[in-house]
């Protein structure tokens, strides 16, 4: 959609799709009209909370397990080793009480697997900050495809 015409019309579902944080949808709904598209994603770079966090992180699928549709589905393309998910998504899970959340657009299979490996070592305080940041990186991402000027 042209940036006019999200300036303009009812872009909440879209904004949620990208981040489901109502507060953030709020912002950057608030900040409209925006003069060009680097405005916009600047207004969307705002920081949330560990609930917000958390909430996100409930409306994303697993890493490896494909998606129905929607942005999550071209953004996992290029996770080809659903087994090995499999087993460190559960270990992940049990350690930090959460789908384990990067942003793969881009990324092969095997790099998401070797974060996922590496972020194991986070204590749980941090390894939700990350995940915070990559919420962020994935609407922002999520914005462009769905925005332009």
Not at 3 to 22: I, K
Not at 37 to 45: P, R
Not at 75 to 91: K, R
Request: with cysteine; charged share 25%.
């Amino acid at each position: 959609m042209l940036l006019t015409e999200f300036n303009t019309t009812d872009v909440r579902p879209l904004l949620t799709e990208c981040l489901a944080v109502p507060r953030w949808v709020d912002a950057v709904l608030a900040g409209r009209p925006y003069a060009d598209v680097d405005a916009l994603k600047a207004a969307a770079d705002l920081p949330l909370s560990s609930d917000e966090i958390r909430q996100a992180m409930a409306a994303h699928p697993r890493i490896g397990e494909k998606p129905a549709g929607g942005f999550a589905r071209s953004e996992q393309s290029g996770v080809d080793n659903p087994d090995a998910f499999a087993a460190a998504n559960a270990e992940y899970e049990a350690k930090f009480g959460h789908v384990y959340l990067v942003c793969a657009s881009g990324r092969s299979g095997e790099e998401l697997l070797r974060i996922l490996r590496e972020r194991l070592d986070n204590d749980p305080a941090t390894e939700l900050a990350v995940a915070g940041r990559e919420l962020l990186k994935i609407a922002e991402l999520r914005l462009a495809k769905a925005v332009t000027a």
